[in-house]
């Protein structure tokens, strides 16, 4: 059982940047690939980036690349989603999720262990 907690949303500004944070409590955190995905209202939830156990792989969506950066602490057992130049169109609410299987951007339907959100707002 992996629990997951994300932190670090809020109210931005377009062009404006913030670092979303998701804790790992339960099992070895690095056997875990972990998963960003967002629902804005109204839309189905979708891929945003992924990160292999170790860190050496991270995938993006085609519309975040360049402009979001997943990165990882295992000793910390904490992701993290750094966001720049944020768009109206990012807000939603962002949730982490965690498998032991890597599903890269094809996991919505796949991570076993999701957290419970944190929204993001861009205004324009």
């Known amino acids: 059982q992996v629990q997951l907690v994300e932190s670090g949303g809020g109210l931005v500004t377009a062009g404006g940047s913030l670092r979303l944070s998701c804790a790992a409590s339960?099992?070895?955190?690095?056997?875990?690939?972990m998963g960003w995905f967002r629902q804005a209202p109204g839309k189905e939830r979708e891929p945003v980036a992924a990160i292999s156990g170790s860190g050496g792989l991270a995938v993006y969506v085609d519309s975040v690349k360049g402009r979001f950066t997943i990165s990882r602490d295992n000793a910390k057992n904490t992701v993290y989603l750094q966001m720049i130049q944020l768009k109206p169109e990012d807000t939603a609410t962002y949730y982490c999720a965690a498998d032991t299987k890597w599903y890269g951007l094809d996991g919505v339907n796949n991570y076993r262990y999701w957290g419970q959100g944190t929204q993001v707002t861009v205004s324009s």
């Open positions: 339960g099992r070895t955190f690095s056997n875990y690939a």
